[in-house]
């Protein structure tokens, strides 16, 4: 069964695909759509070049499968952050 999106949807689903932080657990919540139907929207929706870059980079990502990820809950906080946050170069 293929599920018809908004504009909208689509957006938010190609959005959420792209952020390395959200898993495909997340998309298939609000979206009810399993990771191959998220593949085939974006291989649908992006110019090809574009899709073969994010193909490439999720396929070895932990983070887009959350029984992977390194981390239990919340968010991932990088050791260096305190530091890159009270950087002044940052601030202005």
Do not use: Y
């Not at 009810?32 to 085939?40: D, L, P, R, S, W």
């Not at 574009?50 to 999720?58: G, K, P, T």
Request: proline content about 2%; charged content about 40%; some cysteine.
């Amino acid at each position: 069964m293929i599920k018809e999106f908004t504009i909208r949807e689509l957006d938010r689903i190609i959005e959420m695909a792209w952020e390395d932080r959200t898993t495909f657990d997340a998309i298939k919540f609000q979206f009810g759509i399993k990771e191959q139907e998220v593949i085939n929207i974006m291989r649908r929706e992006m110019k090809p070049s574009s899709f073969r870059l994010w193909r490439a980079r999720v396929q070895g990502r932990n983070t887009k499968h959350s029984k992977k990820r390194p981390f239990e809950e919340g968010r991932f906080k990088c050791s260096r952050q305190k530091q890159i946050t009270h950087n002044k170069i940052s601030k202005r």
